[in-house]
């Protein structure tokens, strides 16, 4: 996990901060998640958020962490990824598995 980690994943980094966090080690989850809220990973932010309000990470911290997590989805954003993602949600609204129409 550590090696996905580092090779970028940001599940991975999540994780990774989710095992620290129940051993009690906070300062090593809190790098964890920042580094994974900064690829955009949205579970990392909301619990980044749970942190912040209690009290485990600085304003400036997380402001700047908002900023990486939002230019991070910004640079993920296209027409066509818009467009799959519609679909995906039409399927998924009809009651259709993606994985159903992909074969």
């Given at each position: 996990m550590e090696e996905a980690a580092i090779g970028?994943?940001?599940?991975a980094r999540y994780n990774l901060a989710?095992?620290?966090e129940r051993n009690g080690r906070f300062d090593r989850a809190l790098?964890?998640?920042?580094?994974?809220?900064?690829m955009g990973h949205d579970a990392s932010l909301e619990s980044l958020k749970k942190f912040y309000r209690m009290g485990l990470v600085g304003k400036e911290d997380f402001a700047a962490t908002l900023r990486g997590h939002q230019a991070a989805v910004d640079a993920?954003?296209?027409?066509?990824?818009?467009?799959?993602?519609?679909v995906r949600q039409k399927w998924k609204?009809?009651?259709v598995a993606w994985e159903e129409r992909l074969i």
């Open positions: 970028g994943h940001s599940s989710c095992f620290e790098k964890h998640l920042i580094i994974a809220a900064n993920t954003k296209s027409p066509q990824r818009e467009a799959a993602y519609a609204n009809a009651g």
